[in-house]
């Protein structure tokens, strides 16, 4: 997984529209596009990320489009579509569309092979190239790649969110970092990763859909479990084909009622104001726990009364319209064995940093994992000469019908 796949050597690629930006983006927008049976979403796709984005954002990515699908006469219209639609984009170097090949050389588990055991099978490994081609092309194209699917919508500022965000975990180990619950759009990886990915991808003639690939993928470099922000940046439009049905998981946002916080203890060391306790910063009401210049190391600790499989954690600071406040820099962590003396756990792992002040992360468990949550702690990691406002802290419980 180290060095390329020597298939990819004899990768060649045609520019159907645009060219490649002359200087490194932050991130590019991956997309891989075929005919579909029930008609394509990618214009509308298009449509919806080109307007979800202001000129700032744009100028902060690339839009690479791999149009897959061999037939000319499509490809043709497509094409033709895309530029008519998107001159501007494309013209600015902002939108880039390939089409690109392997050789006719075998592929490990006779990728090239249409005769299959099932249509789907011959659609995850057809799926596979495609992928594994986007990748390649888009290797040095920018630092981060965003994968996302020819159908989906996208919400209003998702390159600021995502922007956002990799500063946040910028020096903190990752692998595949989530902005939505659908198996592929969504994702996104370090370039550095890439040329290893589709090397990954190559290795296996195993016929398994891609999302399959991607979990064991992350676990060989060693992030154990996924890490995922709520609320999701990408939603699937249209419909499933039938087809599509049979061969993929049916994926739902999933919707959350309002937080159920369970009983909590809530200690810190931090200097707050006469009168203000901190569970002020758990009671799920408007009152704030307010904090003169927390300094680094102080810490808030939530210490559940019994052990919970929590599944989703958001933490809010600073002032909710004037976004004052806010802690500058902290960390939430998942704490596990809870002492004796109530005064925290014996163990705990990083959740994630507050992004703006903020954090919101689904919360996962390893596989088999039987461990439930005893602790949920927020640490300052930087000395701010402000006040400091942690004005909610809310906590999502499965309940064992749910689990069930």
């Not at 004899?10 to 520019?15: G, L």
Request: hydrophobic share 40%.
């Amino acid at each position: 997984m180290q060095k390329p796949s020597p298939l990819l050597q004899r990768a060649s690629y045609k520019f159907l529209a645009g060219s490649p930006p002359q200087e490194k983006k932050l991130l590019t927008v991956g997309i891989s596009s075929e005919q579909h049976l029930h008609g394509s979403y990618l214009l509308d796709t298009l449509q919806s990320l080109f307007q979800a984005s202001s000129e700032p954002e744009l100028n902060c990515i690339v839009v690479l489009v791999h149009l897959s699908d061999p037939d000319p006469e499509w490809l043709s219209q497509t094409v033709a579509n895309i530029s008519s639609l998107f001159k501007p984009h494309i013209e600015a170097q902002k939108l880039l569309v390939i089409h690109g090949g392997l050789s006719d050389s075998p592929l490990p588990g006779d990728l090239n092979n249409v005769s299959h055991a099932s249509p789907c099978e011959a659609h995850y490994s057809r799926q596979k190239v495609n992928y594994v081609l986007l990748m390649n092309f888009a290797l040095n194209l920018s630092e981060y790649f965003l994968m996302i699917e020819d159908y989906v919508h996208c919400t209003p500022k998702f390159i600021s969110t995502i922007y956002w965000v990799l500063s946040a975990w910028k020096e903190l180990p990752w692998v595949i970092l989530e902005f939505s619950s659908l198996s592929l759009s969504g994702k996104v990886f370090h370039n550095s990763d890439l040329s290893r990915l589709t090397s990954f991808f190559l290795l296996f003639h195993e016929n398994i859909p891609i999302h399959l690939f991607l979990s064991e993928f992350r676990l060989l470099l060693a992030q154990n479990v996924p890490i995922r922000f709520s609320p999701s940046v990408f939603y699937h439009m249209g419909n499933y084909s039938v087809f599509e049905d049979t061969c993929f998981p049916v994926e739902k946002e999933e919707v959350f009622d309002e937080p159920d916080n369970p009983v909590a203890d809530v200690l810190t060391d931090m200097m707050a104001e006469l009168n203000i306790i901190p569970q002020y910063a758990y009671i799920l009401n408007k009152e704030c726990y307010s904090v003169l210049d927390p300094i680094e190391g102080n810490y808030l600790t939530v210490i559940l009364e019994k052990p919970q499989k929590v599944i989703r954690i958001e933490v809010l600071t600073g002032s909710d319209k004037q976004g004052l406040y806010w802690l500058q820099q902290g960390q939430v962590e998942l704490g596990y064995d809870p002492l004796e003396d109530s005064r925290g756990c014996a163990r705990y792992t990083l959740l994630g940093p507050l992004v703006e002040g903020h954090l919101d992360q689904r919360v996962f468990y390893e596989e088999d994992s039987v461990e439930e949550l005893s602790c949920i702690r927020l640490t300052v990691l930087a000395s701010q000469k402000s006040w400091l406002l942690i004005r909610q802290i809310r906590v999502w419980t499965q309940n064992e019908e749910e689990e069930s």
